[in-house]
């Protein structure tokens, strides 16, 4: 199927540094995610895009989280300054419909 | 508020049973329900996914009952493999432009031999 890239598979970093975070959708997909999964339980919604502006944030997107597309292709997602509870693994998606194709994902480990 | 909620926690079932899943939402707006299973250490796949349009959707072992006036959903998988030990999440969505999904808690499936 489709394939969504997202980098780096593993992170750790000190508690307070800046993280960056990842992926490059499928081509043609005007969906695009941003997921939080904690010790492979409940997928929570961070934040969405649609045709590459910012549809909604939940709650879970605090202030130190910020998303980009610096070129018009990939998407980041930087958390700056990192806590402790910031550790999960961060999954992101596109779409054309309703179909999400996930990346494999980046586990973040905040020391 | 939780929209969309998913039980048991876990479940174990012998080869060859049908494991039951099953989940519940509150937004009347929802109109499209998949389900997404996840491998350990991998990421999550859709499985299989209905619209409220019908009431029940297979695809080989794997079936989706779907009642709107209790706002319910299951899946149901028939002669369950080891194979299928994995998590299993429900979701859903309002659709439009905004599509995003909404997950459950998730199941995670044990499948005796």
């Known amino acids: 199927g489709p394939k969504v890239l997202q980098i780096p598979s593993h992170q750790i970093i000190d508690m307070g540094q800046m993280v960056t975070l990842n992926c490059d959708p499928v081509?043609?997909?005007?969906?695009f995610y941003w997921y939080k999964q904690i010790l492979g339980q409940q997928m929570e919604f961070l934040v969405n895009?649609?045709?590459?502006?910012?549809?909604?944030k939940s709650k879970l997107f605090k202030d130190q989280f910020s998303v980009e597309r610096p070129d018009g292709s990939y998407f980041t997602l930087k958390i700056q300054p990192t806590a402790l509870e910031d550790s999960a693994v961060y999954f992101c998606?596109?779409?054309?419909?309703?179909?999400?194709?996930f990346g494999s994902g980046t586990r973040l480990t905040v020391l | 508020q939780q929209q969309v909620r998913q039980s048991p926690q876990s479940l174990t079932v012998w080869e060859g049973e049908t494991a039951i899943l099953n989940c519940s939402y509150e937004?009347?707006?929802?109109?499209?329900f998949p389900w997404y299973h996840q491998f350990p250490g991998e990421s999550p796949a859709l499985l299989i996914a209905?619209?409220?349009?019908?009431n029940k959707k297979e695809d080989g072992r794997f079936t989706i009952f779907f009642n709107k006036r209790e706002k319910k959903f299951s899946l149901h998988i028939a002669d369950s493999q080891p194979g299928d030990s994995a998590t299993y999440f429900c979701?859903?969505?309002?659709?439009?432009?905004?599509?995003?999904?909404?997950f459950g808690k998730g199941t995670k499936l044990s499948v005796k031999s």
């Open positions: 998606a596109s779409s054309a419909k309703e179909t999400l194709y």
């Open positions: 081509s043609n997909h005007l969906y």
């Open positions: 895009f649609y045709n590459g502006k910012v549809m909604e």
């Open positions: 937004d009347s707006t929802f109109d499209y």
């Open positions: 209905i619209r409220p349009v019908s």
């Open positions: 979701a859903a969505n309002s659709g439009g432009s905004n599509a995003k999904l909404t």
